[in-house]
């Protein structure tokens, strides 16, 4: 079993950054990969960004350019680094890690204001 918990998001205004973390219970090092996930009112849960374990990323062709995803292996974390931010990435942001099966963080709430 791994537990997930996600922080930092909150209320932003179009433009201004927020960082995300996510924190897992163990070890990340077997967890490949680990992800973002985003998912809007109305809409379903759509891929932002994910890392595997040896650095490799790919991101959404909305966020490149925009958003970073990083893990420290060190502290069990990976973190989204969100910049230029847009109404349009309002949305709840889950953590996601695969260790045979998928794991899902509780969802951090992210609002953009234009």
């Known amino acids: 079993q791994v537990q997930l918990v996600e922080s930092g998001g909150g209320l932003v205004q179009a433009g201004g950054s927020l960082r995300l973390s996510c924190a897992a219970s163990r070890s990340i090092v077997s967890l490949n990969p680990m992800a973002w996930y985003r998912q809007a009112p109305g809409k379903q849960r759509a891929l932002v960004a994910r890392?595997?374990?040896?650095?490799?990323?790919n991101y959404a062709d909305s966020v490149k350019g925009r958003f970073g995803i990083s893990r420290d292996n060190a502290k069990n974390t990976v973190s989204l680094q969100m910049n230029s931010l847009k109404p349009e990435d309002t949305a709840v942001y889950y953590c996601?890690?695969?260790?045979?099966?998928?794991?899902w963080g509780q969802g951090t709430q992210v609002t953009v204001s234009s």
């Open positions: 996601n890690a695969v260790w045979g099966s998928d794991y």
């Open positions: 890392i595997t374990t040896s650095g490799s990323t």
